[in-house]
């Protein structure tokens, strides 16, 4: 019969004996499992034979545990997954957004201050190079709101190793969610009361709130405040970049947003001195169109 053979085997392995004179013995060296039937010189595996068929199915049952015992703690397995980082960058003509504390320079000759830069990103994708599709995120809000805040934002997900072509996005709050009031999420969810206009309006997609000195008298006295959204913006948007991800040197993936790219174009710029084109919120979404189609259009992908 067998004894019992618990735990991680002896160096000389484990030497499990069969009925007669024979035996089988198993032993692991640097991970490996290996069994050896040894035939004892002195007498033959005559009776023991006949046991055969018995005890292989018992071994049969014994070698996944046997297996798992011979692993040593510096057996090395390729990860199915990787921690990636995706960044979000914010910048204002190229360079990095200082939120409140930063001036610049507006194409109409006034200075600004950026008080509020967000957006929301809905089903963030990995497109894979085999035409396949890792979704890595329902929803995001991106924000730049504090003196202290840095102009990067960073997420992490769990991203299978393999080779990429790019990444998908919608810039909004997706037409499923955004039929959604807060009452049918957490109090600290990201979508709340704070980004919510009502029944009618729904959600907030986007924010850009500045402070501008219209007179270049050194006085920030001119508020600027644009709230856009609606199912009718919502927009997706594809990055293309050749991305492989497989634990060693991965490449830091960048997303960057230009506030200033979203307010004017070498061709356009919004007329912040307008009054009536200082404040977009709720219903009068018309006035935004344009700063929403240039937000949609000057994303771009860096891998760094």
């Not at 006295?221 to 990055?239: K, P, Q, V």
């Amino acid at each position: 019969m067998f004894n019992s053979y618990p735990g991680v085997p002896p160096r000389g392995g484990w030497q499990i004996p069969l009925l007669g004179r024979c035996c089988w013995s198993v032993t692991c060296s640097s991970g490996a499992l290996s069994l050896l039937i040894i035939l004892n010189p002195l007498g033959t595996c005559g009776r023991a034979q006949s046991y055969t068929m018995k005890f292989l199915s018992l071994f049969a049952l014994l070698f996944p545990l046997l297996f798992v015992a011979c692993l040593d703690d510096d057996d090395v397995v390729s990860p199915d997954t990787v921690a990636t980082s995706i960044d979000f960058v914010a910048t204002y003509a190229g360079t990095d957004l200082a939120i409140q504390s930063g001036t610049y320079a507006y194409p109409t000759g006034a200075q600004l201050k950026t008080t509020l830069f967000q957006y929301y990103v809905s089903d963030l994708t990995l497109l894979a190079a085999d035409g396949s599709t890792v979704p890595l995120s329902e929803l995001e809000l991106i924000r730049y709101g504090s003196a202290t805040d840095a102009a990067t934002v960073t997420r992490t997900y769990n991203v299978p190793a393999g080779d990429y072509v790019g990444l998908r996005f919608g810039l909004g709050v997706k037409p499923a969610l955004n039929a959604l009031d807060p009452n049918n999420f957490a109090a600290d969810y990201i979508l709340n009361e704070n980004e919510f206009w009502g029944p009618g309006t729904r959600y907030v997609f986007a924010k850009i709130e500045a402070n501008a000195d219209l007179e270049n008298d050194g006085t920030f006295d001119t508020g600027l405040s644009y709230h856009l959204g609606s199912d009718a913006l919502y927009a997706t948007i594809s990055l293309t970049g050749n991305i492989t991800i497989d634990g060693e040197n991965d490449p830091r993936l960048t997303i960057v947003a230009d506030v200033l790219k979203a307010l004017a174009s070498e061709t356009e710029t919004f007329d912040i001195s307008d009054v009536n084109q200082q404040r977009v919120h709720g219903g009068n979404q018309a006035i935004g169109q344009a700063i929403w189609e240039r937000l949609v259009g000057q994303f771009k992908l860096d891998l760094r």
